[in-house]
Nanobody
Framework: QVQLVESGGRLVQAGGSLRLSCAGS????????MGWFRQAPGKEREFVAA????????YYTDSVKGRFTISRDNAKNTVYLQMNSLKPEDTAVYYC???????????????WGQGTQVTVSS
């Protein structure tokens, strides 16, 4: 079992940058693929980015390609989401999640953090 805690969300101006962190507990963290998802008010939770257990494979939704970078440090049991050139439409609660396979469907993920709020002002 994995417990996840996100941090790093805050209010930022459009064009700015943020780095979100997701700290995992448990000895098996490095065996899980990790994903970042977001949910804006009144909208469904959507996939943002995912990374394989080794970090060798990554996927992004089209709207963040070239702006966001997912990475992980298994020695620290942490996965990151570097977000650059932020836009107001990036405003959402951001969640990290763990799964045994590298997938992009939110419903497939077994373990979730509590979320961190990112607000981008125009």
């Amino acid at each position: 079992q994995v417990q996840l805690v996100e941090s790093g969300g805050r209010l930022v101006q459009a064009g700015g940058s943020l780095r979100l962190s997701c700290a995992g507990s448990g000895r098996t963290f490095s065996s899980y693929a990790m994903g970042w998802f977001r949910q804006a008010p009144g909208k469904e939770r959507e996939f943002v980015a995912a990374i394989s257990w080794s970090g060798g494979n990554t996927y992004y939704t089209d709207s963040v390609k070239g702006r966001f970078t997912i990475s992980r440090d298994n020695a620290k049991n942490t996965v990151y989401l570097q977000m650059n050139s932020l836009k107001p439409e990036d405003t959402a609660v951001y969640y990290c999640a763990a799964h045994t396979s590298l997938v992009t469907t939110p419903g497939a993920y077994n373990y979730w953090g509590q979320g961190t709020q990112v607000t981008v002002s125009s």
